[in-house]
């Protein structure tokens, strides 16, 4: 791949633009060669880079919306002060990028205490049925965010109990930021 215009164009110079007749193409025709080749240096296609990361000027540019800034994402405190805040701009910024689901993501640990590359979820809908007007609306508040329920099975047990008894509850890892994949954001979570 081309770096720059200008190994672009010392790569038009060195080689010689001929028809199938042999003749030498016209100055015009060798120019639409060198937008071809410009075209493999474009950074037009990383244009959607970071929007599915909740970070940065993404986070902002939602915070703003509710009142707060970026910045509060810096401090983990921010799930003790801000939880409801930074919900509602998950919750805007999830549904337009078109997620409807969330899941609190994990690594378990395996009986030995290593992990082995696998990761765990449970996946909920960001939406409630209102049993008034018989409408779905969206709910994603703090208390999703910053918490969550493991799956029991997705825990080795050794025998020693049930999976159905052998769920935790995870907190939200404030280190890692949340992302977006698909129709889901993930929450990455400790247990």
């Given at each position: 791949?081309?770096?720059?215009?200008?190994?672009?164009?010392?790569?038009?110079?060195?080689?010689?633009?001929?028809?199938?007749?042999?003749?030498t193409?016209?100055?015009?025709?060798?120019?639409?060669?060198?937008?071809?080749?410009?075209?493999?240096?474009?950074?037009?296609?990383?244009?959607?880079?970071?929007?599915?990361?909740?970070?940065?000027?993404?986070?902002?540019?939602?915070l703003?919306?509710?009142?707060?800034?970026?910045?509060?994402?810096?401090?983990?405190?921010?799930?003790?002060?801000?939880?409801?805040?930074?919900?509602?701009?998950?919750?805007?910024?999830?549904?337009?990028?078109?997620?409807?689901?969330y899941?609190?993501?994990?690594?378990?640990?395996?009986?030995?205490?290593?992990?082995?590359?696998?990761?765990?979820?449970?996946?909920?809908?960001?939406?409630k049925?209102?049993?008034?007007t018989?409408?779905?609306?969206?709910?994603?508040?703090?208390?999703?965010?910053?918490?969550?329920?493991?799956?029991?099975?997705?825990?080795?047990?050794?025998?020693?109990?049930?999976?159905?008894?052998?769920?935790?509850?995870?907190?939200?890892?404030?280190?890692?930021?949340?992302?977006?994949?698909?129709?889901?954001?993930?929450?990455?979570?400790?247990f």
């Amino acid at each position: 791949m081309l770096a720059t215009s200008t190994a672009a164009r010392s790569l038009l110079r060195a080689t010689r633009f001929t028809s199938s007749t042999g003749r030498t193409l016209a100055p015009a025709t060798a120019q639409t060669a060198l937008s071809a080749i410009r075209s493999f240096a474009s950074i037009e296609p990383y244009a959607d880079y970071g929007k599915s990361v909740f970070t940065g000027r993404v986070a902002d540019e939602y915070l703003k919306k509710h009142g707060s800034s970026g910045d509060i994402l810096s401090d983990p405190s921010w799930t003790k002060t801000h939880a409801d805040t930074v919900a509602k701009a998950v919750l805007d910024w999830a549904v337009d990028r078109g997620a409807n689901t969330y899941c609190h993501w994990f690594q378990p640990m395996a009986s030995s205490g290593v992990r082995h590359g696998q990761t765990g979820q449970v996946q909920n809908m960001m939406m409630k049925f209102n049993r008034t007007t018989n409408d779905v609306e969206f709910d994603f508040d703090g208390k999703m965010l910053i918490k969550g329920e493991t799956d029991g099975s997705s825990y080795p047990n050794g025998g020693l109990r049930a999976t159905h008894q052998a769920g935790g509850y995870l907190a939200i890892d404030t280190s890692s930021p949340i992302f977006l994949r698909g129709d889901t954001v993930f929450i990455p979570s400790a247990f």
